[in-house]
């Protein structure tokens, strides 16, 4: 069995190196920041329709419900990976922390599902963004990272987008816009641990501990909605959400890992480019003059943040050279 996995991974890889070379006239393949923009551009393509997905069952299906069914299922999907040639790789050095990113993604998934089921698109997309605001202010406490004061700066920007956006004091705040940044400030935080606990630990450890936790927890906060989807136009959404999710998972994944993060990071903008369109196309949905201002804001401190972080990396791996 593993030996017909290794066939088709192989395979699969041939393929897509094929596909990748064949955006060059001469058939050499591209630049790792080429292919990882590629990359980041399919990533932003999946995310877009994860989230129609998400607003389709929503119609018919609570979000905690759609959270459990996300979770449940996308275990089975990524088990043979994760599983293949037993557990000996499994490494879980501190299981408080694995515990702790376990109960921050559950938690994300859930604020996310609701925040994307109540709020525009475009907008709950751009309260998405502010995840590397919180990332940065937070490394300072959990990673002991010094932070610089045009970094800070940033960070003062990205917030400062933000209440350009709630407009906190001029109507009411809605309970989806709460969700949404609760959600990033979860996720941020999850990121940071992934620092700590991904060098020791290994990517396939962090990914069962925290699918496998996430799985838990989504549990008994659904079964109270305890609902299956209806007819089976819901469960091809739920196949669509399950697909597109860990599709954009994987496809982060390797776009920074070819890409240099400074020249990876402005395309992942693009999501809002196709999340808008996608949500005129099927909801009639508007972007705001607000929106627009305060999703311009954050979206320049972010890109400002990743920018310079690549600087600061290059610039320690120059220095250890």
């Not at 940033?154 to 001029?170: C, K, N």
Request: hydrophobic letters at 55%; aromatic letters at 10%; charged letters at 10%.
């Amino acid at each position: 069995m593993s030996r017909t996995r290794a066939a088709v991974g192989a395979y699969t890889a041939r393929r897509l190196q094929a596909v990748v070379k064949g955006f060059n006239g001469d058939g050499a393949p591209l630049s790792g920041n080429a292919q990882g923009a590629l990359w980041m551009i399919a990533s932003c393509i999946g995310a877009s329709f994860m989230t129609v997905a998400i607003r389709y069952l929503a119609e018919d299906l609570d979000t905690r419900m759609i959270a459990f069914l996300r979770c449940a299922l996308g275990v089975l999907l990524v088990a043979p990976w994760v599983l293949d040639g037993g557990l000996s790789w499994l490494k879980i050095s501190r299981p408080w922390l694995h515990l702790l990113r376990g109960v921050l993604m559950a938690c994300a998934l859930n604020l996310g599902f609701f925040a994307i089921s109540s709020l525009p698109m475009a907008t709950v997309s751009i309260l998405f963004f502010l995840a590397p605001i919180f990332a940065t202010t937070l490394a300072v406490p959990m990673l002991g990272e010094a932070v610089g004061m045009r970094r800070w700066a940033a960070v003062a920007a990205g917030f400062l987008g933000a209440m350009i956006l709630l407009r906190p004091g001029f109507g009411p705040l809605e309970w989806g816009m709460i969700a949404a940044i609760a959600s990033a400030a979860c996720f941020s935080v999850s990121l940071l641990l992934s620092k700590i606990l991904g060098p020791v630990d290994g990517a396939r450890s962090l990914l069962l501990t925290s699918t496998a936790i996430a799985g838990l927890l989504t549990l008994p906060i659904a079964l109270p909605v305890w609902q299956m989807p209806p007819d089976g136009i819901a469960w091809i959404w739920i196949a669509v959400l399950i697909t597109t999710s860990t599709f954009r998972m994987y496809a982060d994944i390797r776009a920074y890992s070819v890409g240099d993060v400074g020249f990876i990071a402005p395309f992942a903008y693009l999501r809002l480019v196709f999340v808008a369109a996608l949500g005129w196309l099927l909801f009639r949905e508007t972007i705001d003059q607000w929106t627009l201002a305060g999703g311009t804001v954050i979206v320049a401190s972010t890109l400002y943040i990743a920018r310079r972080e690549a600087q600061l990396n290059k610039r320690i791996a120059g220095g250890s050279a």
